[in-house]
């Protein structure tokens, strides 16, 4: 047993880390491979879109429009990395014409996340901070001053400040230079990066704990209020108490809101200072599960993995305890949390309380 162990990448550092990937089709390599030639044979020639703009479709059906200059950067990337695809970023929620997009999130099937993101737009926008991001800076802004991007938790860029948008992104005018450059920094998650990005999901169940407890202070101080001058024998019992003229309370209404008031300050102490434990649980692409123990001091702790993990090469080989808990939450929705057993965060990630 070691300490904890700590994440690879922050993903907090980099918020498009967190874009969660749908549930999509598993295809094997060969249907990856078919799909890339099918795909590199599409749409060779001008169309009459105006402004000029590119169609293409993913592997979930999507049609996606965009920036030429960003369809010859997909185009490039298909070739060298088959087993990609893409998606729009988080808050691009349209496909269409009116929504040209300049910026795709790339992933691979099967990963929980997104593995970074490509670009063509305005590099101006790489010295804001993540707060002001503005996507619909694309490849028609007026300044000009455009370029191929690539962004990844992975990328350390020392000509930006850490805070900004632009520590994360590498450049470059060449198509080319920059899809070798995505495919050294696009890199599918470790299963502990995943975990740690995924703490808030099971965090919620503790915090949600707690801010009931504390929700019964306010109902009891809403039945204070409310009761026949039960404020005013309360004061006037505990001045009682405490200057000594008695060591009793009397009033039975009194009595039991005094009981009442502990054993809510017991029950919110009590879930305050908890220990938080779970296993992150994960089926990685390949097949194989990989469990990791995380315990946070309490609910306002970070939670911390306290071992590597521990990967089981299939279905067969892994304990019938996390296989049992696990199906039992498929059978519930997504975040739908389950006492003594755990949440299901999506189709390849659980947090069990083993």
């Known amino acids: 047993m070691i300490d904890h162990?700590?994440?690879?990448?922050?993903?907090?550092?980099?918020?498009?880390?967190?874009f969660f990937i749908p549930n999509l089709v598993a295809r094997n390599k060969g249907e990856y491979e078919k799909i890339a030639e099918n795909f590199l044979a599409r749409h060779s020639g001008e169309n009459t879109l105006t402004p000029p703009a590119r169609i293409f479709t993913n592997g979930s059906g999507d049609e996606i429009y965009c920036?030429?200059?960003?369809?010859?950067?997909?185009?490039?990337?298909?070739?060298?990395?088959?087993?990609?695809?893409?998606?729009?970023?988080?808050g691009r929620a349209t496909t269409n014409i009116t929504g040209l997009v300049c910026a795709l999130s790339v992933f691979r099937t099967?990963?929980?996340?997104?593995?970074?993101?490509?670009a063509y737009c305005a590099t101006e926008s790489l010295t804001s901070d993540w707060g002001s991001y503005n996507r619909t800076r694309f490849a028609y802004h007026e300044d000009g001053n455009l370029a191929y991007m690539v962004g990844s938790p992975y990328i350390e860029n020392g000509r930006y400040k850490v805070d900004s948008r632009g520590y994360s992104f590498k450049t470059s005018a060449d198509v080319g230079k920059i899809a070798k450059?995505?495919?050294?920094?696009?890199?599918?998650?470790?299963?502990?990066?995943?975990?740690?990005?995924?703490?808030?999901?099971y965090k919620k169940i503790p915090t949600a704990e707690l801010m009931t407890t504390r929700k019964k202070f306010t109902?009891?101080?809403l039945q204070m209020r409310q009761g026949s001058g039960l404020r005013h024998r309360i004061v006037c019992t505990l001045s009682d108490i405490v200057s000594g003229v008695t060591n009793t309370v009397s009033d039975s209404e009194v009595a039991q809101y005094v009981s009442d008031y502990k054993q809510v300050i017991d029950e919110f102490n009590a879930c305050r200072g908890r220990e938080v434990n779970a296993t992150f649980v994960m089926l990685a692409r390949n097949g194989s599960i990989v469990t990791i123990p995380f315990k946070a001091e309490n609910c306002?702790?970070?939670?911390?993995?306290?071992?590597n993990p521990t990967v089981y090469e299939s279905t067969d080989a892994a304990p019938e305890t996390?296989?049992?808990?696990?199906?039992?939450?498929?059978?519930?929705?997504?975040?739908?949390?389950?006492?003594?057993?755990?949440?299901?965060?999506?189709?390849?990630?659980?947090?069990?309380?083993?």
């Open 5 to 18: 162990v700590d994440p690879k990448i922050n993903t907090a550092d980099y918020p498009h880390a967190k």
């Open 67 to 90: 920036t030429p200059e960003l369809f010859d950067l997909v185009v490039t990337l298909k070739a060298h990395m088959h087993d990609i695809d893409f998606l729009l970023p988080p």
């Open 110 to 118: 099967g990963d929980l996340f997104a593995m970074g993101e490509v």
């Open 181 to 201: 450059i995505a495919k050294k920094f696009l890199r599918s998650y470790s299963p502990i990066d995943c975990g740690y990005a995924l703490t808030e999901e």
């Open 219 to 221: 109902d009891l101080e």
């Open 300 to 307: 306002s702790s970070p939670m911390r993995a306290t071992q």
């Open 322 to 354: 996390i296989l049992s808990a696990a199906a039992t939450l498929d059978m519930l929705e997504a975040k739908e949390y389950l006492p003594e057993v755990g949440i299901r965060v999506s189709d390849r990630a659980y947090w069990l309380e083993l």
